[in-house]
């Protein structure tokens, strides 16, 4: 195995090779046509890495020549992200805000696997401003999850100046505005991805939220509410002139809600706008490590924000970031490890909600944690069904006895 070393100029938009794969064009015919097989696929390769150049990123790597193929393992040197004065570091991984998912005990299993940042639950800005019990805990921060956002929703543009005001007590890191919710409680009552209808009193809305808080202010939304009105490069540009500091796009318009394919075509664009200067997130379908490779080359993104993939499953971060560094795939989690973190995820909720609500709360993950077990059905029953702290340990140590294999 021979390889080279592949530059991506972020100046000119070039691509160097470092050395040769064969030093001299041989003579003869057969060895001659490999050489031109094989360059042809150099110069393919070149084209794959073409996109870190184009998006004004250095990309260093090594082209391994195996037999007739070409592998590219890349070393990716990137400007640390920043949101305000918050260093997130290269191409952070952020965990999304999901509702009745997003909580405390739920953020700290994906804190410690690896997400970069993270956002509470979404807040309604009329609960905050009504001080409603739900909201209020929802506010709930703590330091080990910093850098973390608080995200809040409303319709009423002096609603949520006022709700603004209320999150920023808690202290958190970041404010940001829900602008994607494609629920029908939330878009049709105005709020959520119902202002992709109205681009300028979202732009209104998100200026007095900026004006409210001394905090970096972030959106979260969508390509627009229909295939019709797919409207997010002009979101992109108004809510950066009014002082937002990131925006995450999610590749679906409001109608296709969480149905069909992501498409993240718009996304790059708006990351290509020279406008735009402020770091832009993909989120969407994002659930294995070989798509955030190819979609972060694809796409040019400056991080990516992960939903679903990680409910359930924690180590979506982890694996990312190790086949990101090294190209290879970390061992899945052993039925020890998702035993040890839906333990913690279920301790933390009973710290944080009491033992009734934490362990209620905490039975819809257990189909998730579990996902893919054979004849695991009565296990998922019992643990569904427990009503005390003792009895689901020992259900626990019993799955843990009886199931030892690694998990897929």
Known sequence: MRCVQVQCSDSFH??????????????NGADNERYHQNSYKQQELQA?????????????????????NFVFLPRIYCMSVRIGNINLGEFPLLLAPMEDVSDPPFRYVCKQNGADMMYTEFISSEGLIRDAAKSRQKLDIFEYERPIGIQIFGSDIDHMREATEIATLANPDIMDINYGCPVKQVACRGAGAS??????????????VVEATHLP??????????????????????????????????????????????????????????????????????????????????????????????????????????????????EKPTITERIEACNTHLMKSIEWK???????????????????????????????????????????????????????
């Open 217 to 330: 202010v972030t959106v979260k939304t969508r390509l627009g509410w229909d295939d019709n009105t797919k409207n997010v490069y002009e979101v992109a540009e108004r809510l950066q002139d009014v002082g937002i500091k990131a925006l995450t796009i999610h590749g679906r318009t409001r109608s296709q809600m969480y149905k069909g394919v992501a498409d993240w075509t718009l996304i790059r664009e708006i990351k290509k706008n020279p406008r735009i200067q402020i770091p832009i997130f993909g989120n969407g379908d994002i659930d294995s490590p070989e798509k955030a490779a190819d979609w972060r080359m694809e796409f040019g993104v400056d991080g990516m924000m992960i939903g679903r993939a990680a409910i359930g499953y924690p180590w979506i971060f982890r694996e990312i970031k190790h086949f990101f560094a090294t190209g290879e795939h970390l």
């Open 195 to 208: 202002l992709l209808q109205d681009i300028d009193k979202m732009v209104a809305m998100t200026k007095a």
């Open 354 to 408: 009491g033992e009734r609500t934490g362990i209620f709360e905490m039975r819809r993950h257990y189909s998730n944690y579990f996902k893919g077990i054979d004849h695991f059905k009565e296990y998922r029953m019992r643990l569904v069904t427990a009503a005390t702290l003792n009895d689901l340990h020992e259900i626990l140590a019993e799955i843990n006895e009886n199931y030892t294999t690694v998990m897929a």
């Open 48 to 68: 794959r890495v073409h996109w870190f150049a184009v998006c004004g990123q250095l990309l260093i790597g090594y082209v391994y020549c195996i037999g007739q």
């Open 14 to 27: 070039r691509v160097h090779a470092e050395g040769c794969i064969n030093n001299h064009q041989p003579d």
